[in-house]
């Protein structure tokens, strides 16, 4: 994961490709399993550095994330058992945990850190509209728990269902439809306020 694209938003908003069936490939995976398990590095680790990039402030942390996150789940793997849980969900809980652990007492979680590569990348005008339109959407999301912010991230960014999302944050799949709706509603309205 070595290249880096010039434009964060670009790694922020690409689509996970994954391509091989979660149930084939956990059939198919045993420890020491390296062929396997570089199936499911190439399908996730597009997935799980973006979230990192999402939550940490640059793309050699990031990867540092990544590896450290594919390391833990090498290590892991015996011990998951699949519940109907995606594999997806469970590397960014140990992302999560990593972060959570390693950057706690940094002040590094500046979170949502495309805006801000952004805003240092202005070379021309247009940039200084588009950078302009994704401060107002930062501000709008910073007025989100920080539970509301990934509820978001990994449902329309990633592409996860509710249900994946609530395994994920370790909660009821209503709490997260209900917060999902209120994170929305705050949005729109923070939205409006700003174009006021």
Same mark, same amino acid.
């Not at 640059?58 to 011990?79: C, G, K, M, N």
């Not at 997806?88 to 590569?117: E, F, M, S």
């Given at each position: 994961?070595?290249?880096h ?8 908003? =690409?689509?996970?490709? !994954?391509p091989?069936?979660?149930?084939? /490939? ?16 190439? %399908? ?11 939550? *940490? ?9 990544t =590896? ?5 789940? @090498?290590? %892991? ?10 594999i ?5 809980? *140990?992302?999560?945990?990593? *972060? ?8 590094d979680?500046?979170? @949502? /850190?495309? @805006? ?5 990348e202005?070379?021309f ?5 588009? !950078?302009?339109?994704q401060?107002? !959407?930062?501000? =709008?999301?910073?007025?989100?728990s920080?539970?509301?912010?990934? *509820?978001i991230?990994?449902?329309? &960014?990633?592409?996860?269902t509710?249900?994946?999302v %609530? ?13 999902? &709706? ?15």
């Amino acid at each position: 994961m070595t290249e880096h694209k010039n434009n964060t938003w670009d790694v922020f908003l =690409a689509q996970p490709e !994954i391509p091989m069936s979660e149930i084939d /490939l956990l059939q198919r995976i045993q420890p020491g399993d390296t062929k396997t398990f570089r199936e499911l590095y190439d %399908a996730y680790a597009p997935v799980v550095y973006r979230y990192a990039m999402v939550r *940490i402030s640059t793309p050699q942390d990031a990867e540092d994330l990544t =590896a450290e996150t594919f390391l833990r789940a @090498w290590q %892991a793997i015996s011990s998951f058992q699949w519940r109907g849980t995606s594999i997806g969900a469970w590397l960014l809980r *140990i992302t999560h945990n990593l *972060i959570v652990d390693k950057y706690r007492r940094k002040q590094d979680l500046l979170g @949502w /850190l495309p @805006w801000r590569h952004a805003r240092e990348e202005r070379q021309f005008e247009h940039q200084f509209e588009r !950078i302009e339109q994704q401060d107002v !959407i930062k501000r =709008a999301f910073e007025t989100l728990s920080y539970n509301e912010q990934m *509820i978001i991230y990994l449902h329309f &960014f990633e592409g996860y269902t509710l249900t994946e999302v %609530a395994e994920f944050m370790k909660k009821s799949p209503n709490a997260v439809r209900v917060a999902q &709706f209120r994170a929305l509603r705050r949005l729109r309205e923070a939205l409006q306020h700003a174009d006021a």
